[in-house]
């Protein structure tokens, strides 16, 4: 199509021969490190993010469902919890049915501090995606959660962090670093 930005001639903008790697490795290295200056605030920066937001967005797990469903190191987890709870964002309660198991329940403020979270993430994105009129954000965020949540059924196993850390886990993780 003629004045159409997308490839036609095997050239998309700017005459870069299109690459979707090298799109979408730039696009995840732009937010990863916008979010991480965003979430300086929380314990572990993105990571202690999706581990609050599961939290305060699920039925309260224990330590470890949640280190297997976020595909987390118990370890790390163990950790990552220590550091929510220090900051007052999480409290470890006693499980009704088990009482070797603890449930991590978020405090007020934990769940203020997802809002405010939330809040800011959502800021990056629009700054990542700014370059796109808002009808192509939203297209663009719900393919890019489809495409995602197909790798994620076709391989319930993969760690999506590893995926932003270039394959290694991060390097405060183990030692409770933020």
Request: no cysteine; aromatic share 6%; hydrophobic share 35%.
């Given at each position: 199509m003629k004045g159409d930005s997308t490839v036609s001639h095997g050239r998309g903008l700017d005459g870069l021969v299109p690459?979707?790697?090298w799109s979408l490795g730039t696009i995840l290295r732009r937010w990863h490190e916008l979010v991480e200056d965003e979430l300086t605030?929380?314990?572990?920066?993105?990571?202690?993010?999706h581990v609050l937001s599961h939290i305060v967005h699920q039925t309260p797990p224990t330590q470890s469902l949640l280190a297997r469903q976020l595909l987390i190191d118990r370890t790390v987890m163990t950790y990552l919890i220590d550091d929510l709870v220090t900051d007052g964002l999480v409290v470890?309660?006693?499980?009704l049915r088990d009482r070797r198991a603890r449930r991590i329940v978020p405090t007020?403020?934990?769940?203020?501090?997802?809002?405010?979270?939330e809040r800011r993430v959502r800021s990056v994105e629009e700054r990542v995606l700014g370059g796109l009129p808002p009808v192509e954000r939203c297209r663009f965020h719900e393919a890019a959660m489809r495409v995602a949540q197909a790798i994620q059924s076709a391989e319930p196993g993969t760690?999506?962090?590893?995926t932003v850390t270039d394959g290694r886990p991060m390097q405060d993780d183990v030692h409770g670093g933020r």
């Open positions: 690459n979707l790697g605030v929380l314990p572990h920066g993105s990571r202690g993010y470890r309660e006693s499980h007020e403020a934990g769940r203020a501090a997802l809002q405010d979270a760690d999506p962090w590893l």
